[in-house]
């Protein structure tokens, strides 16, 4: 069985700042990774390299199967051109810390623009889907809203509904709940529950505990630009093997 | 949401503004402000006395003039010179500012050269210079570069004075406007565009479909402000002995001699032109501010419309 996501020792430096020193690590279909660790430790870097929105500087980074940025033929490696990294997006769900919803457009109008514009799906079709999703994520009355209308919770559902448009394979969750007020954290860790549950494969950067014990299949730990700890998140928080988890989970539990 | 919220307060037992004592003081005497107000009436009933009484106005000539055939086609002539300039300007404007963002360095190179260029010179240089562009090349063709040529055309024919003169205008109006636009454009949050990358969407549908509405609200009040001047900096065209509305003015003042009224005549022009352009850009503006707090709710005079909610 392929990974849906494969990394080989992958590296990324801004400037002279190596963010990532080498990850390996490999995320199987219908798995649900949380990725733990302090901020500047690189695990958003990471997330970001994996749709291709950062380009890594040396290892390889596959999706389900396919080079990431690359296309290899011969023993050469030839870049994407930016409409194919384009497609390969569309098969990768994003959802940010600060949500990024389109402001000029309502909630429903966010969740069909991609749909319409980059599928060709029809006006109809498009906005069915969205009338589900919006349901899905317990947002069907706020359809027409405007993003700044809606709470901080209810704009991260909507831009989970966004990202769920595209029909992707895959989802991965920027912090997604580290911008929103603390009774807010609940609605769209459920969301993500659901969603774990019906089997779809997520890479979830986060500091929700909590949501990793209870839903994530495996807990990568990282720091520094490495994977310090990766195991089951039973294992990982009730038995850490290094002392820089142990310190970590120290102070977040 | 509002709603529930009020209501929900109302029936706790909280104290509200009912049972406190409604306040009585006496407010500020501001002296100053009718002093000020008294002098300003004072000064604008003698201006007015002066509009009135001073036969030099020749009011009875501004009146004659001012649907007079000749100003109305000097008018056409202004606004044509003013739409086509801000078209021009803004195409332009857009393409030179995405070729400024552009990671190409050519491109970017180019468009900031263009730019320094056409802010570098005056307008009216520029004006009178695309007049003469027949001097600089008779005969332009089109062919293969440095090989043979296909067509020829005639300069003096291809660009008349109008075009001309369009061009100086609109060609100077775009190294502004792309300044305006790329300032927009900049203002969207790069999240924006991240995440409509990260959707699938193309750079083109990106900048179209998500950046540059949003940059609307930014590029429309100084585009407002270039359309308006555009209209009055039309007026240099009559240097070119093309006859806008000004043009057509000094014309006639030149044979009847009566400048003062003809100067009312196109001045009132202008004002009636420049008023409604702002009221244009009023509701361009309220259509580019869906979805943010400020949403105006009144139309122009900041009148709410009826039944335009509570």
Not at chain 1, 80 to 92: C, G, N, P, S, T
Not at chain 1, 192 to 215: I, N, P, Q, S
Not at chain 2, 100 to 115: C, D, E, I, K
Not at chain 2, 142 to 149: A, V
């Amino acid at each position: 069985m392929t990974a849906m996501v494969e990394a080989n020792s992958v590296h990324k430096r801004f400037g002279r700042l190596e963010v990532l020193k080498g990850i390996t690590l490999s995320v199987q279909p219908r798995e649900v990774m949380c990725v733990i660790g302090p901020s500047g430790s690189g695990k958003s870097t990471f997330l970001r390299c994996i749709n291709h929105l950062e380009k890594i500087d040396a290892g390889e980074l596959w999706v389900d199967g396919d080079l990431v940025g690359y296309r290899e033929r011969g023993n050469r490696l030839y870049e994407l051109r930016d409409r194919e990294v384009a497609r390969k997006r569309q098969e990768i769900g994003m959802v940010f810390q600060r949500f990024n919803l389109f402001p000029h457009m309502t909630a429903a109008q966010n969740v069909t623009e991609a749909p319409i514009r980059v599928k060709g799906e029809s006006k109809a079709q498009a906005r069915e889907r969205a009338r589900n999703l919006l349901d899905q994520v317990g947002l069907a009355d706020k359809a027409n809203a405007y993003p700044r209308e809606l709470s901080g919770g209810q704009q991260q559902r909507v831009a989970i509904a966004r990202a769920l448009a595209m029909q992707p394979k895959l989802m991965l969750f920027d912090e997604p709940t580290s911008a929103l007020d603390p009774e807010l954290v609940g609605d769209v860790l459920a969301v993500m529950r659901k969603l774990a549950e019906d089997g779809m494969t997520m890479v979830v950067v986060t500091h929700e505990m909590g949501f990793a014990r209870e839903v994530g299949d495996s807990l990568v730990f990282m720091d520094d630009g490495v994977v310090v700890e990766h195991g089951t998140p039973r294992d990982v928080i009730a038995d850490p093997q290094h002392q820089r988890t142990k310190s970590f989970l120290a102070k977040v539990l | 949401m509002a709603t529930s919220e009020s209501s929900a307060e109302s029936s706790a037992p909280v104290r509200t503004g009912a049972d406190a004592e409604q306040i009585v003081a006496v407010p500020v005497r501001h002296p100053g402000r009718w002093v000020a107000a008294v002098i300003i009436l004072l000064l604008a009933a003698m201006f007015v006395h002066g509009l009135v009484t001073n036969p030099a106005w020749q009011w009875n000539i501004v009146g004659q003039f001012l649907f007079d055939p000749q100003i109305l086609s000097g008018l056409l002539v202004t606004i044509e010179l003013t739409v086509l300039a801000m078209v021009i300007g803004v195409i332009l404007g857009v393409i030179i500012a995405v070729m400024r963002l552009s990671p190409n360095p050519v491109l970017s190179g180019v468009a900031w050269v263009y730019t320094w260029f056409f802010r570098g010179t005056p307008v009216l240089v520029q004006i009178v210079f695309w007049s003469f562009i027949g001097l600089l090349y008779r005969f332009p063709s089109l062919g293969i570069p440095f090989g043979p040529s296909f067509v020829y055309f005639d300069a003096n024919v291809l660009i008349p004075v109008f075009v001309g003169a369009t061009l100086g205008l609109g060609l100077n109006e775009a190294a502004y406007m792309s300044e305006i636009i790329r300032a927009g454009i900049l203002s969207v949050d790069p999240g924006q565009t991240e995440a409509a990358e990260a959707l699938g969407m193309s750079r083109l549908m990106v900048l179209r479909r998500i950046v540059l509405p949003q940059a609307m609200r930014v590029i429309i009040p100084p585009t407002g402000n270039e359309t308006i001047s555009m209209l009055k900096t039309s007026s240099l065209v009559t240097i070119v002995a093309l006859h806008d509305l000004f043009g057509v003015a000094q014309f006639i003042y030149g044979n009847n001699f009566k400048q003062i009224p003809l100067l009312v005549v196109a001045s009132l022009w202008y004002l009636v032109l420049t008023s409604l352009l702002s009221i244009g850009q009023y509701y361009i503006e309220r259509r580019y501010s869906r979805g943010t707090l400020r949403v105006s709710r009144t139309n122009f005079f900041g009148l709410r419309r009826q039944g335009a909610g509570a």
